[in-house]
């Protein structure tokens, strides 16, 4: 059972992304900005410490999520997607003229008890 997943035309960016930078992350901040999208980084040039939790790899790309910004979407299932669109961020899709984006659901009661035991 899965907390992320990822669209057909989101995996296609994140393939294109990883031939020209190599290893990526993904992280959700929540922070100012486009601080509520998925942003797309070159795996060393984000710093990640013991606030990141791991949500689960899309296209061999690990996704992390502040755990601050986790709280507020821990019964959520999320779809990473792209849109055409330029957002206020570093993330290496933004000068392709496109921005990832959160789609999300609620998690049916079986995916929060297996998910998210304790809550």
Known sequence: MERIAITEEASKIVNQ???KHGALIFHLS???CDGSSPMIFEKDEMYLDESDIHLGILENVPFYMNQDQ????KHTHLTVDITTGRGSS???EIPMGLRFII???LLTDEENA???PKS
């Open 70 to 73: 986790f709280e507020y979407w």
């Open 90 to 92: 570093f993330s290496l």
């Open 30 to 32: 929540g922070g100012c």
């Open 17 to 19: 992304l990883k031939i």
């Open 114 to 116: 297996i998910l998210n």
């Open 103 to 105: 789609q999300s659901r």
